[in-house]
């Protein structure tokens, strides 16, 4: 089962342009099974019988999520039936994802560090000019927090994938592949492997913590699995 783990839609996501409609068929077109919808910082529930309705019509599977502004970046939490106030603390986010037998995942950690525009800065280097070593950046304390690292996201560049990757790998943390798409062209680069089917969100839960996934790129119209090669392949070191 090959799922979209990070996908923003037009009726639950103010920063999103995406129908679900739209959603759906890219998800269809790119062979993918369904997708999470993680939006921010609230669990989509504006039109949810219609989001349901549309994936059923098309046989995909749909998750709920969020997506949730901490004091050390973006989080990707699933588990959870709602936003639970002081989840921004990540110390706290990460005492209720323990109570919920939720999964939080670092959503795009370093995006901003290679290529960024001005006035953008990471979210965890805010005000600082230079760029970590991949060293200083996976001691980051936010990889203590977290259970999972978002390794491949649409939005980013590829040595910022690659630096997240590298920090998954040295942390020893699961790694997961999301769209993070706002638009229809952005759907289904991305996504996440998992071992077996499932409609229950407790079970993607569980095959995330027991690391029964694997990020996927989609390339010659099929999904490759991403690994220490793929970078290599690309003279990313």
Not at 6 to 18: A, E, N, R
Not at 43 to 48: G, P, R, V
Not at 51 to 58: A, G, R
Not at 106 to 113: E, G, K, N, V
Request: charged fraction near 25%.
């Amino acid at each position: 089962m090959i799922l979209d783990l990070h996908l923003h839609t037009l009726l639950g996501s103010s920063d999103s342009s995406l129908t679900i409609e739209q959603a759906a068929e890219k998800l269809i077109e790119r062979g993918l099974d369904g997708a999470c919808l993680t939006e921010h910082s609230s669990i989509w529930e504006k039109k949810s019988d219609q989001i349901e309705d549309v994936f059923s019509q098309f046989n995909l599977k749909i998750f709920r999520g969020l997506e949730i502004t901490t004091n050390y970046g973006h989080i990707i939490s699933i588990g959870f039936e709602q936003y639970i106030p002081g989840s921004h603390d990540i110390e706290l986010l990460r005492k209720f994802s323990t109570d919920h037998n939720a999964f939080l995942i670092s959503a795009h950690p370093a995006r901003r560090l290679f290529g960024k525009e001005k006035f953008q800065q990471n979210l965890l280097y805010k005000g600082r000019e230079y760029i970590p070593s991949i060293d200083e950046f996976s001691s980051n304390i936010l990889f203590k927090f977290v259970d999972g690292v978002e390794v491949l996201n649409g939005g980013n560049n590829l040595e910022e994938n690659n630096f997240a990757f590298e920090a998954a790998k040295l942390n020893g943390k699961i790694m997961t592949g999301g769209s993070d798409a706002h638009s229809e062209s952005g759907v289904g680069i991305f996504a996440t492997k998992f071992s077996f089917e499932t409609n229950e969100i407790n079970e993607i839960v569980n095959q995330l913590k027991s690391n029964q996934v694997q990020p996927v790129l989609w390339k010659d119209n099929k999904w490759i699995a991403v690994d220490e090669q793929y970078y290599k392949e690309h003279n990313i070191q």
